[in-house]
């Protein structure tokens, strides 16, 4: 008879209730036909009632006695649902990138919270015109004012009226209306009420013709549509092209057809001005998904979506499990961003997902930017992706003349300032033009960090291993905990009172402004000034009304807005990127750069970006400089293939934490030494990089060792993530211990 199978199931997906697995035995005359994911109908509790649950796994072992596991009945009349498809998704999310089957399940399935939905009721007249005048006689006769008050109402109504309405305008309360209902003369019917989410917006006609290179993209698009053809595409748009437009041409086309079409966007540029562009064109057919919603406004974007009412679902990085039962495409705008890599368990990353998702429906997926991630230009290279390109912009803005500022050549002149004397003749000169400025910084704070300067003790915080911030508010904050203490200039180490801040924040620089500009109207933007909840938008929408001359912000202004009277955009210090220790960090430098030139000059009068610079040599800075994504993309590449760094091959990391410091390394060399074993015999044994004190070596009062294992193959590396495991989960020497896996991480640990 050969081994048993057995299959984990789950009898109701909501997510109180994912984690009661259930086992049942997978019958002879079944096996094949059932992976996880499919919907089965068993025998279920005392009675053995039949009920419907879905398979999440399959073992050949068993922590039950055999005798009474239960069999599968049957594959279920619908076998695969969306449900089926989103457990699919989260099976390969566990084995990617490492997390518990119930982490990965209740990332996928949609939160079913037991809101009440809003309940709309109407009433309408449940008699013939002759009973209907009859009645109205016999009421005027009785004097009863209010019941004649409700049939005038729905004779007026044509014959319906809702119930608010009967009984605020016809004064008659609930319980007469029941009455009237039971007596046969109205009807009462309930449905639940979707709220129209953006009553605000109008459905328009569309104006916009594509362009030549818009048609021609969405062309190839449309063709393999029709050829029924799917596959992944990478649209290369500069900034300023209008990408946006050709994807409302992709959605219609999918619409068309019946299907539906999840977009993807950064959180942070998911703004009033992205939705409006969708609603002008899709109407009330589509729904949001953002983390800023409350759970009754997620699950209903969640019901309309899977009930067919939204066929356009729009949202940050989790809106890619929004469950829509017929997907035909997924874009992806903005997809080097790193906002699409998860940061808690599983550590997803939402390109690699939707290409996983959109598979199983056998939809496309579109990925969009400027400056494309160095995987999917590569991945487009070697032909996997479809390319499409947009050279030009769009209209007649052009794209602005950028240029360095030596901050070295500065310093020997002499200016001690934030802006080279370049910069403030560029300021100068748009005050007096009344035009608008972009200042762009990567820090937020006063400072980057605070130390003495008579024995160099960095002050840190005491729970992580990360130098505080200092704010002008005295205050010294730890961003990555929220521990706060207060400045003294004393140091704790050696007593003298030099301790100060050093390094360079938004807030310097606004006050630095004033200083050298009087009069001069500023808007700062910052994880600090955003904290309120539509306070991102108030300063963007101030700033669009002209309410000042200078937006200065962290990478959040970066992204995605559109100011036509922006002319200036100033990168005050470009290296604080470049300075990041990891392999990812002039691509980064080159997209911020990219994204921060693309803000200038999106209206008719020309753009100039000035980017100040210790470093004007560096690759990342002069291909930003001729804006050229392809000078950029060969020198990254090469580095990338000299240093076998994704994309050229992948990364597993293993991050132990622990709040004693020496359970964490002992954890991590029995890891190391688990891992080594494993290799011993392979042909191409994965490597080990040096594994020792993560970057941040402490967090949160967790002291962190990691393990980066590189190879070519991610198959490998699943593999022996999998072996590991049920080992660093049950075994006693790992008790104690937190063990998470990433699996090519966006950032060092
Ligand atoms: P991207 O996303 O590529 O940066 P957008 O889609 O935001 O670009 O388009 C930039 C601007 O150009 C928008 O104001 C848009 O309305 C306009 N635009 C795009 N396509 C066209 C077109 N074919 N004709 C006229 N204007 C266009
Ligand atoms: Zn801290």
Known sequence: MGEEIFADIIIDISHEALDKVFQYRVPFSLRGEIVPGTRVCVPFGAGNREREGYVIALTDRTDYNPEKIKTITRVAAESFTVESQLIRVAVFLKKRY?????????????????????????????????????????????????RLRL???????????????????CRLPLKELRKLEEAGVIRMETRVAYRDPFPQFEKKEVTIQLNEEQRAAADV?????????????????????????????????????????????????????????????????????????????????CERAEAGEADVIIGARSALFAPVKNLG???????????????????????????????????????????????SFRRAEKGEYTL?????????????????????????RGNRSVFSEELKGMIRDRLAKGEQMMLFLNRRGFAGFVSCRSCG???????????????????????????????????????????????LGTEKVEAALYQEFPGIRVLRMDMDTTRRKNAHQEILSAFARGEADVLLGTQMIVKGHDYANVTLVGILAADLSLFGQDFRSGERTFQLLCQAAGRAGRGDKPGEVVIQTYAPDHYAITAAVHH????????EIA?????????????????????????????????????????????????????????????????????????????????????????????????GVQIQFDFDPMNVY
């Open 388 to 412: 499409l390109t947009l050279k030009k912009r769009a209209g007649t803005a052009a794209l602005p003349t950028v240029r360095t500022v030596d901050l070295r050549e500065e310093f020997r």
């Open 639 to 735: 580095y990338r293939k000299l240093m076998v760094y994704p994309p050229c091959a992948h990364l597993l990391v293993v991050l132990v934490q622990c709040g004693d410091e020496s359970s964490a390394v002992l954890a991590s060399v029995r890891i190391q030494k688990m891992i080594e074993k494993s290799q011993e015999g392979e042909k191409e044994p994965v490597r080990l990089l040096n594994p020792g004190q993560a970057a941040i070596s402490k967090l949160k009062d967790l002291y962190r060792q990691v393990l980066y294992i590189k190879h070519e193959d991610a198959a490998r590396l699943e593999e022996l993530k999998s072996r590991l495991e049920p080992v660093l989960e049950k075994h006693p020497l790992f008790a």
């Open 628 to 635: 050229s994504y392809e000078e950029f993309y060969r020198q």
């Open 151 to 169: 049939l005038r109402a729905l004779l007026d109504g044509g014959g319906r009226l809702s119930k608010e309405e009967a009984v605020r305008q």
């Open 457 to 503: 003790t960095v002050l840190k915080c005491p729970h992580c291993d990360v130098s505080l911030t200092y704010h002008r508010n005295g205050r010294l904050r730890c961003h990555y905990c929220g521990y706060e203490t207060t400045f003294t200039r004393q140091c704790p180490v050696c007593g003298q009172p030099h301790v100060a801040a050093f390094g």
């Open 221 to 301: 698009f449309r063709r393999d549509l029709a050829a029924g053809t799917a596959g992944t595409y990478l649209l290369f748009g500069v900034t300023g092209s209008g990408k946006t437009e050709v994807y409302l041409d992709m959605i219609e086309a999918v619409l068309a057809r019946g299907q539906q079409a999840i977009v993807l966007i950064p959180e942070i540029s998911l703004t009033y001005q992205t939705v409006r562009r969708f609603y002008e064109r899709f109407g009330a057919r589509i729904a949001v998904l953002h983390s800023r919603m409350s759970a009754g406004e997620r699950c209903d974007a």
């Open 329 to 375: 495409l997924i874009i992806i705008d903005e997809e080097h961003d790193g906002a699409y890599k998860s940061d808690s368990s599983p550590k997803y990353h939402a390109r690699e997902t939707a290409i996983f998702r959109a598979g199983l429906a056998h939809a496309s997926v579109v990925l969009g930017s400027a400056t494309p991630s160095v995987e």
């Open 98 to 146: 490492g997390s518990s089957m119930l982490q990965a399940l209740k990332t996928v399935l949609p939160v079913k919270t037991r809101v009440k939905h809003r309940q709309e009721t109407t009433i309408s007249l449940a008699l013939t015109g002759q009973e209907t005048e009859a009645l109205l006689d016999e009421w005027e006769k009785k004097h009863r004012t209010a």
